[in-house]
C-alpha cells in the first residue's frame, strides 16, 4: 500500500477548498503563479486553480533533503506547503529553495503539526521525522532570511476561522477528552472530525520574500 492510501483513506475534498479558499482571502489574496511543496495527489492544487491561481507542484521525484527546485529563480509569486517540512531533515534546503524561487515581495505559508499538542501522536505517522514548536518554525524562516515571518496556532475547523471566538470549543475538548476518542475505524479513515482536530492543532507560518 501506498503511503496516501495509508494515511488519507478518505480525502475530504470540501475541506480542502474550504482551507484554501481562507488561505486565498486572508494571505494569498491576488492570484499569481503558486508552488506547492509536497502536493501529494494534487488536492491543494486543483483548490487553488479553481482560485484563479497558475499552479505547480513538486513531491517525492524532488528529493529536497539535497536536490535543488526544479525551477529558475524568482519564478513563483507563492509557495505553499501543507503537512510536508516534518518529513524532512534538511528544513534549511527546503526553505532556502523557497526562498530562491520566490518573486521579490513573494509569499510563502507553511502548515506542519504543533510539536506542543501533538507530541503523544506526532510518532503515529512512522515518516515523520522532525517536530516544530512555533518558535522554533519561526526561526527556521528567519534563518532562511524571510522578512515579516509570523507563526500562529491554527485549528482545522472551518468554523473557528469563521468564528474566532469560538476557538474555546476546540480548547476545551483538548483537555477534556481523551484520545482514544478521536477515531472511528482509523484502518479506513474514520474520524471524530471534531475530536481530532481540536486535539492535533496545526502551526501556520506565513513570511515574506
Known sequence: MSYHQIEYPKVNKDYIQQLIDYI???????SGRLLDIGCGLGHHMDAFAKNGFIVEGVDKECNLEYMLLPYHDKSFDYVFSKSFLEHIHNTENVLSETQ?????GGKAL???PDWTRQIQCFWDDSTHIKPFTQWGLKQA????????????????LPFVWRHPYLVFIPQIIQHLVPDRYKWKDRRN???NVLIRHSKERMLLCYARK
Open 24 to 30: 486565498c482571502e486572508h494571505y494569498f489574496t491576488e
Open 100 to 104: 530562491r524561487v520566490l518573486k521579490k
Open 110 to 112: 507553511f502548515l506542519v
Open 141 to 156: 524562516f528567519w534563518l532562511a532570511g524571510f522578512k515579516d515571518v509570523t507563526c500562529q496556532y491554527f485549528y482545522q
Open 189 to 191: 479513515g474514520k474520524q
